[in-house]
Antibody, heavy 122, light 107 residues
Framework: QVTLRESGPALVKPTQTLILTCTFS??????????VNWIRQPPGKALEWLALIDWEDDKYYTPSLKTRLSISKDTSKNQVVLRMTNMDPLDSATYYC??????????????WGQGTLVTVSS | DIQMTQSPSSLSASVGDRVTITCRASQSISKYLNWYQQSPGKAPKLLIY???TLQSGVPSRFSGSGSGTDFTLTISSLQPEDFTTYYC?????????FGGGTKVEMK
């Protein structure tokens, strides 16, 4: 059974760096074509894909946030970490991690964490 | 970036109705279109991938069609648990992008 769980601070101040951890089980990030993605959703708004890391440690980012994002993995701990610098109130959202079985999500994001709500406020 | 436009943004329907939601891509994405269902306070759930392939465990009343730029999600007979929000997502190229969502409400 595949499970993912996001963890991190619920509240960050403007200009701070957000660090979120996705801890997963039921699959390995060393398996060919497996990827972990980060996706966010501001309250009442649509989903936005942010970044992914694949089984070969290749990383992909959405261009509009590329300078602020960093994704990494620790395969021994089954964890993926997302860092987002210079947080702004507009970054307030529920952040999800999700699995896909190829870098283009050709078979969709087939498993999701429950999400973690991050509020940016002073 | 490829823009994904869903229509309508909301619709009202009754249990048993046939419902169709449309998703249009700003350029051709071949068959690489996925559909998700999201209930309030929950993570999205994958319904259909590659335009028409039903994800394992998803009821057969859900179906998808289309290719190129125009796609549809059809619910053949709306059930009470289907009154929620649906998103399309293109998986043709990075950055992966979602539509704005369609909320299905009870009439």
């Amino acid at each position: 059974q595949v499970t993912l769980r996001e963890s991190g601070p619920a509240l960050v101040k403007p200009t701070q760096t957000l660090i979120l951890t996705c801890t997963f089980s039921g699959f390995s990030l060393t398996t060919t074509e497996v990827c972990v993605n980060w996706i966010r959703q501001p309250p009442g708004k649509a989903l936005e894909w942010l970044a992914l890391i694949d089984w070969e440690d290749d990383k992909y980012y959405t261009p509009s946030l590329k300078t602020r994002l960093s994704i990494s993995k620790d395969t021994s701990k089954n964890q993926v970490v997302l860092r987002m610098t210079n947080m702004d109130p507009l970054d307030s959202a529920t952040y999800y991690c999700a699995r896909s079985d190829n870098i283009a999500s050709r078979h969709g994001f087939d498993s999701w964490g429950q999400g973690t709500l991050v509020t940016v406020s002073s | 970036d490829i823009q994904m436009t869903q229509s309508p943004s909301s619709l009202s329907a009754s249990v048993g109705d046939r419902v169709t939601i449309t998703c249009r891509a700003s350029q051709s994405i071949s068959k690489y279109l996925n559909w998700y269902q999201q209930s309030p306070g929950k993570a999205p759930k994958l319904l259909i991938y590659a335009a028409s392939t039903l994800q394992s465990g998803v009821p057969s009343r859900f179906s998808g069609s289309g290719s190129g730029t125009d796609f549809t999600l059809t619910i053949s007979s709306l059930q009470p648990e289907d009154f929620t929000t649906y998103y399309c997502q293109q998986s043709y190229t990075s950055p992966l992008t979602f539509g704005g969502g369609t909320k299905v409400e009870m009439k």
